[in-house]
């Protein structure tokens, strides 16, 4: 059965057992664990019986769980819940839960006062070390403050936190005495045989006497360390042994009593809870390590990629950023287009120039020539002061014009100039000015289809694309998906200071499969997402909102094999406008292979005109005859 320590300034601290489905906390007496003087609400939280363990649900927004702020959260053995000034501690076994002793009451005949005070004192200085917990304070420090307040509450000469290497040999990872003073770390000051009893038994051990029991008095360090009181305590992670906290008093026998035990033991999950904590923030410091390192010879700057594809738009970055030509950058939305143009200018000559980006589809279009070129006082209502322009800030540098397929025409007119003469006039004024910029651009548009439309002027998309950088979408960046997704996590990671280690094996194979519409924008969005709400560790398909019905079906070879062919047959066709026997040749096929293809898509909206009329091209009789299936 699972139990709560609950621990709160101006309350005796006490053990609840959790046996109801729904176990309700707070102020008022209708609950099942009331709490006065906490600053609790009438209700302030549940805890619900969930999959053979508990869920805790707070009311209000002030719950924290090892620290971190939490509406909802799936328990696990020893996590410490703050709500309001009380402390919580979970047990997933009642036995395992410290039981706090009695407090002695100054009424009863022969029991002096001080005692209730000593045992306060001791209560006070667990809930002060929890509350310092919180503060994500220094490892040592805790540890340090740890010692100290066991040793001055059990009146110890000395205090050892021993931890275990992966083999098993113990350690002292810090030492402390009687007057908050670091010493000697070393096992030769601790009884070997004391340490291997409670490493062995997992339990929590008093030596009143070391040297008439019967037990341990004829250990070589119990005689030679002339050991009298010794108190020791595993540290434990659920079943795994983390450490031990050992005290001594080498002065006087019977220093220790179960009082002191239930003390210290409670002390003991509070550090558990510390070294598990600092032993997950090791671990993804190594594996953030291990991924930079490997993901060194990935990356071109901050853009990381490895896929052939990523090569290839790596080495025409290289290529053009040595000169001031146009770049016209294009790819679905999401795939790092202005993280390319970051680059281009990084590594250009123009690198020490301002980079300025202008979103053609953020801007209303109103606005849009102003904010380009600038204007002058008193050139529209409201212009009470001249105002340079995107050029003009970007004189000397790199202007980025994200969305360009989203200019209006008759500023696609105005920016061809600018273009061409290397000068702008502002709105309101005749007078040129000269600027000397560089000129990238983006769209996730195929300009070709807008030419033909007639939304986008041929000259101008002739200007700006000298050299073109295509950014192929995630899907198709093949184990480049898993590696940035490990980039991005350890990226989230280090910013929200969750104790996440990665990704499930599941959810890997889930993230292949899906298609990322939204490519590294939405990975991005969705670990984000995932890292805040997640409840275990390791991040699961449900943690990335990843559907079984959201994922591409796997489908046998032949069937994808003939998806493919059809898909390419028809980019081919719309890349030729339609011209069957071209694209029959471009793709070394028979013309009937394309007919069939048509065939297949009858019934289906189609851009391909009935007949082929391009000058030039030669066109077969069988072009002007329906196809035959």
């Known amino acids: ?79 410490v819940i703050r709500l309001g000034n009380l402390t919580l501690t979970y047990y997933e076994r009642d036995e395992d839960a410290p039981t706090p002793p009695p407090l002695p009451s100054a009424s009863k005949p022969g029991v002096p006062a001080a005692a209730t005070v000593e045992l306060a004192s001791a209560y006070r200085r667990i809930h002060e070390f929890s509350l310092k917990l919180m503060e994500n304070a220094s490892t040592e420090a805790l540890v340090e403050t740890l010692l100290d307040a066991i040793v001055a509450e059990t009146g110890a000469d000395k205090g050892f936190l021993v931890l275990l290497d992966p083999d098993g040999t113990p350690h002292v990872r810090a030492a402390r005495n009687v007057a908050s003073e670091s010493v000697a770390r070393g096992l030769s000051d601790l009884s070997d045989s004391i340490l291997r009893k409670v490493i062995e038994t997992k339990k929590p051990l008093v030596v009143s006497n070391a040297f008439e029991d019967d037990e341990f008095n004829a250990s070589e360090s119990v005689v030679n360390l002339k050991l009298l009181s010794v108190m020791c305590c595993p540290l434990k992670n659920a079943d795994e042994l983390l450490g031990l906290l050992y005290v001594g008093n080498n002065r006087v026998t019977n220093q ?40 060194e010879g990935m990356r071109f700057g901050s853009v ?91 004189n000397g540098g790199t ?37 000397d910029i560089r000129v990238l651009a983006a769209t996730n548009r195929v300009l070709e289809d807008e030419l033909r439309e007639g939304r986008f002027r041929e000259d101008l998309y002739y200007r700006l694309n000298v050299v073109s950088i295509h950014l192929p979408p995630l899907r198709e960046r093949g184990d480049d998906l898993l590696i940035i997704a490990r980039y991005l996590l350890a990226k989230a990671i280090s910013e929200h200071g969750v104790p996440v280690k990665g990704f499930s094996k599941s959810c890997l194979a889930a993230m292949r499969k899906y298609r990322w519409p939204g490519n590294i924008r939405q990975l991005e969005n969705r670990i984000r997402k995932a890292v805040v709400l997640a409840e275990g560790a390791m991040l699961t398909a449900l943690d990335m909102d990843l559907r079984t019905e959201d994922l591409e079906e796997v489908v046998p070879l032949a069937e994808a094999r003939t998806r493919f062919e059809r898909r390419y047959i028809q980019e081919v066709l719309e890349r030729n406008a339609g011209n069957r026997t071209k694209t029959a040749k471009d793709l070394g096929v028979d013309p009937r292979t394309i007919f069939r293809h048509l065939a297949r898509q009858s019934g289906e909206e189609s851009a391909i005109p009935e007949e082929d009329g391009e000058v030039g091209t030669e066109v077969g009789p069988e072009d002007h005859h329906p196809p035959r299936p």
């Open 1 to 79: 059965m699972a139990s709560l320590h609950l621990l709160t300034e101006g309350n005796p601290p006490r053990v609840v057992k959790l046996w109801k489905p729904i176990t309700t906390l707070g102020d008022s007496s209708d609950n099942d664990i009331e709490v006065k003087k906490a600053g609790l609400e009438p209700t302030h939280a549940q805890l619900v019986r969930e999959a053979g363990g508990f869920v805790v649900v707070g009311a209000t927004r002030d719950m924290t769980v090892n620290g971190r702020r939490e509406r909802r959260k799936k328990l696990v053995d020893r996590d």
């Open 399 to 435: 202007l980025f014009l994200d969305e360009i397929g989203e200019l209006p025409l008759q500023l696609q007119v105005k920016l061809l100039r600018a273009l061409q003469e290397h000068v702008v006039n502002r709105v309101g004024e005749a007078k040129p000015e000269p600027v």
């Open 256 to 295: 220790f009593d179960q009082a002191a035990l239930d003390v210290m033991t409670v002390f003991a999950a509070q550090a558990s809870l510390l070294l598990s904590q600092t032993r997950r923030i090791e671990e993804l410091e190594e594996a953030k390590s291990a991924l930079m390192d490997a993901m």
């Open 304 to 394: 990381v990629g490895s896929c052939d594809s990523m090569k290839e738009v790596f080495r025409r970055v290289r290529k053009v950023a040595t000169t001031d030509i146009s770049v016209l950058i294009t790819g679905e939305t999401g795939t790092g287009k202005e993280l390319i143009a970051r680059e281009v200018h990084r590594t250009s000559r123009r690198s020490r120039g301002p980079f300025i980006t202008v979103n053609c589809a953020a801007i209303p279009e109103n606005l849009l020539e102003s904010e380009l070129f600038g204007h002058v006082r008193g050139a529209f209502t409201g212009a009470d002061r001249d105002k340079p322009g995107r050029f003009q800030a970007a």
